[in-house]
């Protein structure tokens, strides 16, 4: 399976509708790898809080409609990164977006860890309730976003929802990308599970960003990492790896804590 990281830098002089045309045609020179991932909130940029109300769009918005309509160009599957969403009844959200080679949405996840810490995104908008697993042809993929990385038992929840691949879109600061790198390996390891994690570059709202993006094999090993400017992150890997860790290393099998008690 073929997949590739865009690490986009979210330039302040750059418009939101210029950058979607930008961001557009980086998806369609991708044609013919299998997975397309975007970052976190790379419409407005993820501390750009004061833009969120203002950038805020329904899931059928201009954002949607434009990266539906590249997947399909490009015939591949789009995890199109999050956008700020205005729901019908108005809260907001921080919501992904994954496309089918076929232009459909085929699956929204709003995030369920807010960062901020009382400030920002955690007062700004609404928490997301749902786990989300999207099938692709040859993995399921587990959604989380950022902060949600921070959390093991979301991605525990994922991989009982029989999740392989977690896609991570973020906008990390730099000056915690070492948890970002360590994190994300920390989340492989523990579920037995390719973590496929696309960072911004740049600076938003003067909130230097980490980069960096990642792509980590269930045993921990790196496969691929970028750098700290915008890249595109290409990488090759076997999806059935994840079945043949869990077989030889059967740890999953002994966990007690976290688990449904039997029924009857």
């Known amino acids: 399976m073929h997949a590739s990281l865009l690490q986009i830098d979210v330039k302040a002089t ?9 961001v557009a045609a980086l998806v369609r020179e991708q044609a013919g790898v299998d997975l397309v991932v975007l970052p976190e909130l790379w419409t407005t940029g993820a501390f750009a809080y004061e833009s969120f109300a203002a950038e805020a769009e329904a899931l059928d918005g201009p954002t949607a409609e434009v990266m539906a309509k590249t997947a399909g160009d490009a015939g ?6 999050s956008i700020p969403e205005r729901a ?10 994954v496309f089918s080679p076929s232009g459909d949405l085929a699956a929204a996840y709003r995030k369920i860890h807010r960062f ?8 700004l908008m609404g928490a997301g309730g749902d786990l989300v697993t999207v099938r692709l042809p040859e993995t399921t993929v587990g959604v ?12 525990r929840g994922l991989v009982d929802a029989g999740a392989e691949t977690f896609v991570v879109p973020a906008g990390w600061p730099e000056r915690r990308r070492g948890h970002w790198t360590l994190l ?13 994690a696309c960072g911004t570059a740049g600076t938003h709202a003067d909130v230097p960003q980490a980069g960096h993006s990642i792509v980590v094999d269930p045993w921990g090993e790196v496969l691929a990492e970028a750098g700290s400017g915008e890249e595109v992150l290409t990488v090759e890997f076997d999806p059935g790896k994840v079945a043949t860790t869990r077989e030889q290393f059967p740890a999953l099998k002994d966990r007690v804590l976290g688990l449904a008690p039997p029924r009857g």
Do not use: I, M
């Open 144 to 155: 989380a976003t950022c902060y949600d990385l921070r959390f093991p038992e979301l991605f």
């Open 116 to 123: 901020g810490f009382d400030k920002g995104e955690a007062v």
């Open 76 to 81: 591949v599957w789009l995890h199109a990164g």
């Open 184 to 196: 994300a390996q920390a989340r492989a390891v523990e579920n037995q599970a390719f973590v496929l």
């Open 88 to 97: 019908p009844d108005g809260t907001l959200y921080n919501t992904s977006l």
């Open 14 to 22: 750059e418009s939101v509708d210029s950058r979607r045309q930008r």
